[in-house]
């Protein structure tokens, strides 16, 4: 809400007129001020008239007219001693007189030019202060103590749909919504009787009416300002449209999406649950028959059966890991709370692993000297251990667990001397259900690396893998050091 402040293009003509009316003026009674200087003998009335010459400076818009105007009544002053035949008459009073006019005429110069300058330098910061406010985002208005506008920015006529000229001078009531009209005016009252602020030096949301009748939602914060003895208000509002109108898109977001977190949800359950009884009776059913036909069935068919109970196997273990990932990122029990020295922490991965008499595990000491949450970090390394052991294609190997301080970050890595893997698999292994080697290769779902990676960086973490061909793998991960909340 801001002084609007219309440039008309008439305006340079009008200047000129009165510019031409100035000189004018001055012209003329710089005339009769010569005439009476010669009629009258002690030039009194010549410099009284020479006086209102200066004064006519102060309608034209030049600092230095006042000047001009001094010199050129000085000259004639002068002129007008000289012309004018002195005998009988006092010459030193004549001198006075004369001496005094000079003086006056430069000493008002002098006022009417500073005055002129306050008074150019207040135009140029009014007409400043009009662009910065009429080209501001937000719509500001003045109103009185009655609620009259007195000012409306150019951004109101966005906001509202009316011209400053519409606005001006109505009360700003036709502006707002029926249901807060009547509140308007006896707010106002009781504020100026009672001093009790209820919006004034607040932002509060509230609502606007536009021009075609449209209601829609704003921000208003309104001030109070003493001009003199007058009292005003200025407010500031800002159409929020466009925010509510985000605001319940992404609160629709927000439930779409936990619906379908719950959805998924209710899958893993009814997957890891529900189909572990069919899995079982096909498992059951398979020894079954075995036992039933041993006297009868071929070394072909004992395989297939066996084959079947091996993918039962697999589903189950698919089904456990499906589950896993669906639970990955929240605090499902207190182990998730728990802290424990690094060391301990490392001692119970180890404790899980089916560690190969030939494999070598080293952890790095800084451990012992951190303190760590015990879980997901212990599913986490377990699972990088494992999988580091699982895919060594021989029967002895190496792997280090390794330990950095990166700020406010734990820089842990696992790293192995295994094949290693080709750069172009890199962002494959960390995607559900892919396998570099057949399952009849290497066992596994192909979730546990996805497992990782979503527990990781719901902790505020990053992972990330360095390998090649025939150079081991190093998968390293951060951790903070104040980890945040996991999502429930």
Aim: charged content about 25%; overall charge negative.
């Amino acid at each position: 809400m801001t002084f609007s402040r219309h440039m008309d293009a008439s305006q340079p003509l009008r200047g000129n007129r009165i510019r031409y009316l100035t000189h004018g003026t001055a012209a003329l009674l710089v005339g009769a001020g010569f005439i009476f200087d010669l009629l009258t003998p002690l030039g009194i009335a010549g410099g009284l008239i020479y006086v209102t010459v200066v004064l006519c400076a102060l309608w034209d818009d030049n600092l230095n007219t006042a000047y001009k105007y001094a010199a050129a009544t000085t000259v004639l002053t002068i002129l007008g001693y000289l012309l004018f035949p002195r005998i009988g008459v006092n010459e030193w009073i004549v001198l006075t007189n004369r001496a005094l006019t000079v003086l006056a005429l430069w000493a008002l110069a002098f006022i009417v030019r500073q005055q002129k300058a306050a008074q150019i330098s207040l135009e140029r910061k009014k007409t400043e202060l009009a662009a910065i406010q009429d080209n501001t985002v937000e719509g500001m208005i003045t109103i009185s103590t009655e609620g009259t506008i007195l000012s409306y920015n150019h951004a109101c006529r966005k906001i509202f749909g009316y011209a400053a000229e519409d606005a001006i001078g109505r009360n700003i009531k036709f502006l707002m919504p029926e249901h807060y009209r009547s509140e308007h005016d006896g707010y106002l009252s009781n504020y100026l009787r009672t001093r009790q602020k209820k919006i004034i030096g607040t932002i509060r949301e509230v609502q606007g009416q536009r021009k075609d009748g449209s209601i829609f939602p704003l921000d208003l914060s309104v001030s109070e300002v003493r001009v003199g003895g007058h009292h005003l208000f200025s407010g500031i509002v800002r159409d929020i449209s466009e925010q509510k109108r985000a605001e319940a898109e992404r609160e629709q977001f927000i439930s779409d999406l936990s619906r379908s977190n719950q959805d998924l949800d209710d899958f893993a359950y009814v997957a890891s649950h529900d189909l572990r009884a069919p899995l079982r009776v096909i498992g059951n059913a398979s020894s079954w028959l075995e036992e039933d036909l041993a006297d009868t069935l071929d070394d072909e068919s004992r395989e297939n059966l066996q084959l079947i109970r091996s993918r039962v196997s697999r589903m189950e273990q698919l089904l456990d890991d499906l589950h896993e990932y669906s639970r990955a990122g929240r605090r499902t029990d207190a182990r998730y709370q728990q802290l424990m020295p690094g060391s301990d922490l490392m001692e119970e991965v180890l404790m899980l692993i089916d560690q190969p008499v030939g494999v070598t595990i080293n952890t790095a000491p800084g451990f012992a000297a951190i303190q760590l949450p015990n879980m997901p970090l212990k599913q986490i390394l377990a699972n990088l251990i494992s999988n580091a052991i699982k895919h060594n294609e021989t029967s002895t190997g190496v792997v280090d667990v390794l330990l950095e301080d990166d700020g406010g970050m734990y820089a842990i890595t696992v790293a192995d001397d295994g094949p290693g893997i080709d750069p172009q698999f890199h962002e494959q292994i960390f995607k559900m259900f892919q396998t570099l080697k057949s399952r009849d290769v290497v066992e596994g779902s192909g979730i546990g690396l996805a497992i990782v990676k979503k527990h990781v960086e719901n902790a505020g973490g990053k992972i990330s893998l360095q390998s090649s061909p025939g150079e081991g793998c190093a998968f390293r991960f951060t951790w903070p050091k104040t980890a945040r909340p996991s999502q429930g």
